[in-house]
């Protein structure tokens, strides 16, 4: 990697803004400096899934009450929901762009699925912190299903004729696995602190 492309990496500071108003030009910064998925995941996945992880659990504070024990606990227990989503959903990513004519591996799924989780980590946290009704969170599912669109080209190399179906499929697959993580999870919470 030569200084100039160390010099544009630092420029993904600018993740968040251009993700939302410039989606196509994150992508080409982040091809261009052949970011793996794990670089990305590391300087920005861990921080979001930590940031939602204490959202979602904030959310139900009705059930936990004043037990901070049982808060911390169930801000871990989605931390691991919602890398179980990240790591399973890239998985399966990759093994599901086989099948429509691409060639891309597990890092390159993981960096589409972690680009494109952004948006709905981002719009947990805003959900947490403004107690608003949940059209953020439809808002944040819907831009992660445009990211993913636009990242199935890019990252893993689907066919233009085969984006549509694969961008559904494997969306609603990703997301179908953070729900039963999430489920699994917070079960495994409740039960240690015997909550019904």
Known sequence: MT???KSNFRNLVFVLPLMFYQPGKILKMLMLNQVSGWK??????????????AARAYMG???VGDNLTL????TISQLFSFWVTLIGGAALVA????????????????????FAYLPLLLAFILQA???VIPIIWIAGLVHAMILFWKGSEVFLGIPSNRRIGFTFLAFFIFMGIGY???IFFDL?????????
Do not use: C, N, P, Y
Not at 71 to 74: I, S
Not at 102 to 114: E, H, I, K, Q
């Open 61 to 63: 504070v009705e059930q």
């Open 95 to 114: 093994r599901l762009s086989a099948k429509f004519g691409a060639s891309a591996g597990f890092s390159m799924a993981f960096l589409s699925t972690t």
């Open 3 to 5: 200084t100039e492309d």
């Open 180 to 182: 039963l993580s999430a």
């Open 40 to 53: 990305f995941f590391l300087s920005f996945g861990i921080a979001f899934t930590l940031l939602a992880a």
């Open 129 to 131: 912190l403004l107690q």
């Open 71 to 74: 808060l911390f606990v169930h």
């Open 188 to 196: 495994i919470t409740f039960a240690i602190f015997g909550i019904q």
